[in-house]
């Protein structure tokens, strides 16, 4: 029954085959609400009705596969907390093929003690890609966790950067 948890009160879900693999979007009340790595082939045929707005995102993520796009510009569901806002517009601020530590994360929004509650933000992300949460690693440099793993993440900052020259 996993299948009918994914569609459960949201409007709208597509998948799709992306280069990094199966790819789930989920929009509800015209906003970008979850992107999903799909990690296994659905057991069962997902559908939902379709949106314009889903086909947008998946537009912006050909194009950011692409090379093409930096930046993501979709209206995306607020995060639920205001550390979480904080957070976000902190990891929309990191410039593309760039990194920065969770802890300079969190003395970039005031709270320089609190890098490991940026690091609960970062996973509690629902848009990854979109919301570069990927761009943000431990100390050192090292790659820290990531909701898709961490050979993608590790992929997604090598992508970057060879877009970068």
Known sequence: ??????????????CRRMPVGLIGIRAHGGMVTDLLFMHAEPSTALSAPGSSLID??????????AGKLREFSLPLVEP????????????LGI???????????AASIGSPGAARAVGTACARNPLPIIVPCHRVVA???????????TELKRLLLDFERGNCR
């Open 1 to 14: 029954m996993q299948q009918e948890s994914i569609l459960t009160n949201y409007s709208s879900f597509s």
């Open 56 to 65: 947008e995102a998946f537009r912006q993520l050909n194009a950011w596969f």
């Open 80 to 91: 639920r907390t205001a550390f979480e806002r904080r957070v976000r517009e902190a990891m």
């Open 95 to 105: 410039p593309y093929g760039a990194t920065a530590s969770y802890g300079e994360l």
């Open 139 to 149: 100390a050192g440099g090292r790659i820290g966790g990531y909701a898709g793993g």
